[in-house]
């Protein structure tokens, strides 16, 4: 079999390119150690250019948020005719939003903690900030406050009162054009990580974060947090999960790989977060640490998901 040629993107101008460009330098390691010919491409206005040059065999999509995982580098390789790893540009777009996931998860009878959302206008011209208390009343404090298009924990503000919340919003409103105030959940954050090209679900992940949340800090930084893999949780509680995680994963269309970011509260209901279509790769990422939990290597994680594109 001849070499295949990869052509690894990653960085780009997301804020999370550093996060990226890890992700990406330990995917090429993996990539050369198996044999496989790997280009890194750090992502900018040359990429079509450097694209059509290379005439990669796949391209294997390693950037987090804007541009990398929403649905537009999918679009260009679509265009180019370049078998790309992960979801279809449909399931990016509609995971990356996640006002537009929560709405399909809703449509779909998958429990997510319920919420409002907001885009600038409403605040801007139409006297949004007038519904707060409504808000308040309904969701009850905290508050999560969320941009609607961003990874990694970025913008994201709890408001412990009706008077943090305008902070929460500015903040959140500094990221992206549409926010969401969602329900605050007490209990277990879980993630569960989808691989295959017959998607299945690998083992429960749970995190306790040392810091009031699972931020950016805590993901990036060694020690910041606590993983168990597999999660401390009942058998039957990881079923659900896993079974909820693929159903979600395949009702927005997603394919490849991704991972279900999940609260389990404390009344044992299971509540879905959000869908990442391209979860990170670097030493303390959660789908790395689930695959190896089930005797799963780093390399052949990257094969399996490689495989999917190529083989689609
Ligand atoms: N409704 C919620 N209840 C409790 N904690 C939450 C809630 N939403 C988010 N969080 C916390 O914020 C983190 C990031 O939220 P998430 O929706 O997964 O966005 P991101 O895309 O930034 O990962 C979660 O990992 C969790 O620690
Ligand atoms: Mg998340």
Redesign the pocket.
Known sequence: MSKKTIAVLKGGRSLERNISLKSGARVEKALREMGYSVEGIDVDASLVKRLKELKPDAAFIAMHGRSGEDGTVQELMDILGIPYTGSDVLPSINCMD?VLSKHIFMENGVPT?PFFAFNRDAFQELGAVDTMPIIGDDLGFPI?V?PAA?????G?RFAHTGSELPAALISAFSFDNKVLL????KGK?LAVSILGKEPRALPVVEVR?KTD??DFESRYTMGKADYLAPAEIPDDVAAQASELSLRVFKTLGCSGFGRV?I?LGEDGSLQV??INTIPGFTETSLLPMAANATGISFNELVEEILLCALEG
């Open positions: 996640k903690p999560v969320k961003q990874g990694s924990a970025l994201i969602e329900k605050y959940v954050e974060p949340f699972f970011d609260m977060l959000e």
